[in-house]
């Protein structure tokens, strides 16, 4: 792919996941692509990713990544953002990260994502306190 290319992929990646548009991204993932984090070290399949964005997109419904560096690799990218959002209590959330990407023909092939649990504390505290009102109903 060409550096062209590798930009159009990380903005039409990042386009999909503002839109909370599911089956974009995973058209955008390659069938067997690999994603892992840091905070879990565990390497999900893109199902199981695309699980967790689905819950991402329920609790943080407006989101906007703001591009902080952007870097085109020989194989993909490297992005620096911080995901920003209004929690469903009025607070305003921000998550700074970073992703390694590797593409081929067009699709991710694996994701490295690289971020501090602690800034992802809120969005997880409203996520349990929406988990244990729904059990209440």
């Given at each position: 792919?060409?550096?062209?290319?590798?930009?159009?992929?990380?903005?039409?990646?990042?386009?999909?996941?503002?839109?909370?548009?599911?089956?974009?991204?995973?058209?955008?993932?390659?069938?067997?692509?690999?994603?892992?984090?840091?905070?879990?070290?565990?390497?999900?399949?893109?199902?199981?990713?695309?699980?967790?964005?689905?819950?991402?997109?329920?609790?943080?419904?407006?989101?906007?990544?703001r591009?902080?560096?952007?870097?085109?690799?020989?194989?993909?990218?490297?992005?620096?953002?911080?995901?920003?959002?209004?929690?469903?209590?009025?607070?305003?959330?921000?998550?700074?990260?970073?992703?390694?990407?590797?593409?081929?023909?067009?699709r991710?092939?694996?994701?490295?994502?690289?971020?501090?649990?602690?800034?992802?504390?809120?969005?997880?505290?409203?996520?349990?306190?929406?988990?244990?009102?729904?059990?209440?109903?």
């Open positions: 792919m060409s550096p062209q290319e590798h930009l159009a992929l990380a903005e039409r990646f990042i386009s999909a996941l503002e839109a909370g548009d599911v089956e974009a991204v995973r058209g955008i993932y390659a069938p067997d692509a690999k994603l892992w984090h840091n905070n879990d070290e565990i390497e999900q399949t893109v199902d199981q990713n695309l699980r967790v964005l689905a819950w991402l997109i329920r609790a943080l419904p407006e989101r906007r990544y591009i902080v560096r952007r870097e085109i690799l020989a194989d993909g990218f490297m992005q620096q953002h911080v995901l920003e959002g209004v929690l469903a209590d009025g607070q305003p959330f921000a998550m700074p990260a970073c992703v390694v990407v590797q593409a081929k023909d067009g991710i092939t694996r994701l490295d994502e690289y971020l501090d649990p602690a800034a992802g504390a809120p969005l997880a505290a409203q996520a349990r306190r929406a988990k244990v009102a729904s059990a209440a109903l």
